[in-house]
């Protein structure tokens, strides 16, 4: 195994441990918003209802979680055979460009999310990863 796949596997160990945490967040944001059923917040001047906002947000850290964990798992079995890497090097293309978009959707509305930058640089790492152990293929 060369120095490429173990760095691989290290990471994609990461993501998976990541994945694994943004999706107990999300489910703990979804179960956790029925306790604030009747509560409402204000987002620039309307009231919303926090249920549904925490269920919003929690939602989308679970689909986020799920891919994390889906390019983590592919991760691995890439670090393993390197002629396996190929959907594991387009799916971290696809969320590189998928996290810069966000990224820079909060950026412009004025808002920093660390999650989000720390997601793109783990794929950004990945995709770098792959690229060496695809050249080994």
Same mark, same amino acid.
């Given at each position: 195994?060369?120095?490429?796949?173990?760095?691989?596997?290290? $990471?994609?160990?990461?993501?998976?441990?990541?994945?694994?945490?943004?999706?107990?967040?999300?489910?703990?944001?979804?179960?956790?918003?029925?306790?604030?059923? =009747?509560?409402?917040?204000? $987002?620039?001047?309307?009231?919303?209802?926090?249920?549904? /906002?925490?269920?919003?947000? =929690?939602?989308?850290? +679970?689909?986020?979680? +799920?891919?994390?964990?889906?390019?983590?798992?592919?991760?691995?079995?890439?670090?393993?055979?390197?002629?396996?890497?190929?959907?594991?090097?387009?799916?971290?293309?696809? =969320?590189? $460009?998928?996290?810069?978009?966000?990224? =820079? /959707?909060?950026?412009?509305?004025?808002?920093?999310?660390?999650?989000?930058?720390?997601?793109? $640089?783990?794929?950004?790492?990945?995709?770098?990863?792959?690229?060496?152990?695809?050249?080994?293929?």
């Amino acid at each position: 195994m060369s120095g490429s796949q173990k760095a691989l596997k290290v $990471v994609s160990l990461l993501l998976i441990i990541y994945a694994v945490v943004m999706t107990a967040f999300g489910i703990f944001l979804v179960a956790g918003g029925s306790f604030l059923a =009747g509560e409402t917040i204000d $987002v620039n001047g309307t009231a919303e209802a926090a249920n549904v /906002m925490a269920a919003a947000l =929690g939602g989308g850290t +679970i689909v986020g979680g +799920i891919v994390d964990l889906v390019i983590g798992l592919l991760g691995l079995r890439g670090a393993k055979n390197p002629r396996k890497v190929g959907p594991f090097f387009v799916l971290c293309i696809i =969320g590189l $460009v998928l996290g810069l978009v966000g990224l =820079g /959707m909060s950026l412009a509305q004025g808002t920093f999310d660390l999650w989000s930058l720390v997601s793109v $640089v783990i794929v950004a790492v990945c995709l770098y990863l792959s690229a060496q152990v695809k050249k080994q293929a």
